[in-house]
């Protein structure tokens, strides 16, 4: 035996490490081994039954609005959506998405770059304080400013004698769609800002940028898809949204009605035609968001997945 295999001594040489994995390129198929995947029937089964609940409870009924609307022809469906009423509901609609959605936009910001970029002590209780709109019910929400600014309300006689209208008025309409709306671009950014971490931003304020320099080219570029995302579905529910309006509202046609509203007043008057075509927007609209959201993700995709993979090899550099 030569000295070599002598001297070996297998509690102090250390066992041949396996190679370091390959970095998944962009684009190759993930390898999924055969013990997870299922038969071949049971995923026809389940792709089957995900098809036949999709088609009963959403196309069929989206379906449905737009048989309805253009039952008695083009004249009629035009005819109802030119209507006097129908036009304000929607001047008031998109007015109330147009100052509901930037007041989110700003809040979705300062709250996310917050919550992602600094510890400090109450982190939780403003995750928490964020996801109340989820939790909350919209009529509950709606009762609360009955509550602050009704007649009988905290803020209620300070308002009266200053002749200031919020309920039943645009104010109120606004404040209740802002509340039901504002989580939307926070919590699509919060999860974006803290996988991309603040490594770039902490080199560019180490080589000498402002805080909003900084912002400007180096944080926003990299969320630019993410807050359009959270921009899009927050004002899809701003323009739905039924709840916390109808309590605000005092639907008084022609003035505080917003499109939801408007089509909960015509059905009711069994206006079904009419109905049917103003709600026929509200479903062009979930279309187009729906389109919108399928790109943007596709675009998240594209932007964060590389992010990832560079600062895994950055770590595994470091290592």
């Known amino acids: 035996m030569s000295a070599t295999a002598s001297n070996f001594d297998p509690a102090v040489t250390p066992a041949p490490t396996a190679p370091a994995a390959r970095p998944q390129a962009r684009g190759e198929p993930v390898h999924v081994p055969n013990a997870i995947l299922e038969p071949l029937w049971v995923r026809t089964l389940l792709m089957t039954v995900a098809l036949l609940f999709l088609a009963l409870f959403l196309v069929v009924p989206l379906l449905s609005v737009f048989a309805e609307a253009f039952k008695k022809g083009w004249e009629a469906y035009l005819a109802a959506i030119i209507e006097p009423d129908a036009i304000s509901a929607i001047k008031l609609t998109l007015l109330t998405a147009a100052i509901a959605v930037p007041l989110n936009l700003v809040f979705g910001v300062a709250a996310s770059w917050t919550i992602a970029k600094f510890e400090f002590r109450g982190k939780n209780i403003l995750l928490t304080l964020i996801d109340l709109p989820f939790s909350v019910s919209p009529v509950i929400s709606g009762l609360i400013y009955v509550l602050l600014f009704g007649a009988q309300g905290w803020f209620g006689p300070w308002l009266r004698e200053h002749d200031i209208k919020i309920l039943f008025a645009v104010p109120g309409i606004v404040l209740a769609t802002v509340f039901v709306t504002f989580p939307f671009v926070a919590r699509e950014l919060i999860p974006l800002m803290q996988a991309q971490g603040s490594e770039e931003e ?38 739905g949204e039924f709840g916390a309006v109808s309590v605000v509202s005092g639907h008084i046609r022609g003035e505080t009605n917003t499109i939801p509203l408007q089509v909960e007043i015509l059905y009711n008057e069994y206006n079904f035609q009419a109905a049917f075509a103003v709600a026929s927007l509200l479903a062009f609209l979930a279309l187009l968001t729906l389109a919108l959201k399928s790109f943007i993700e596709w675009r998240l995709r594209e932007t964060v997945l590389p992010h990832n993979v560079h600062n895994a090899a950055h770590q595994q550099e470091l290592t």
């Open 202 to 239: 902490e080199a560019a304020l180490v080589l000498g940028a402002s805080g909003w320099k900084t912002f400007r080219y180096v944080t926003l570029p990299n969320i630019k898809w993410g807050l359009l995302y959270g921009v899009i579905l927050c004002n899809a529910r701003a323009m």
